[in-house]
């Protein structure tokens, strides 16, 4: 199991940037896939990006692609999501997940951070 803790949500105008930051503890992190999901009012939880442990794999949804990059630092078990270009509707809840390797299950999750873009 890997434990997750996510931060450097907040309140920012459109157009505007933030990273938030998901450090991980337990299990060894490295051979961990990491991904950064969104859930906004109403609406199911999706997945923003994830990215392998030797970033030679990342996948970026449609809507995120070329303003939202993530990163990982494995010496440090942290995962990053810089966002850029900010735009109302990326308003949600951010949470970090983890799946092994070898699985299509996410299996830990943080506990999530919000994200607001005001117009």
């Known amino acids: 199991q890997v434990q997750l803790v996510e931060s450097g949500g907040g309140l920012v105008q459109a157009g505007g940037s933030l990273r938030l930051s998901c450090a991980a503890s337990?299990?060894?992190?490295?051979?961990?896939?990491m991904g950064w999901f969104r859930q906004a009012p109403g609406k199911e939880r999706e997945i923003v990006a994830a990215?392998?442990?030797?970033?030679?794999?990342?996948y970026y949804a449609d809507s995120v692609k070329g303003r939202f990059t993530i990163s990982r630092d494995n010496a440090k078990n942290t995962v990053f999501l810089q966002m850029n270009s900010l735009k109302p509707e990326d308003t949600a809840v951010y949470y970090c997940?983890?799946?092994?390797?070898?699985?299509?299950?996410?299996?830990?999750w943080g506990q999530g951070t919000q994200v607001t873009v005001s117009l």
């Open positions: 990215r392998n442990w030797s970033g030679s794999s990342t």
């Open positions: 997940a983890a799946r092994p390797g070898s699985s299509t299950k996410w299996s830990d």
């Open positions: 337990g299990r060894t992190f490295s051979y961990y896939v």
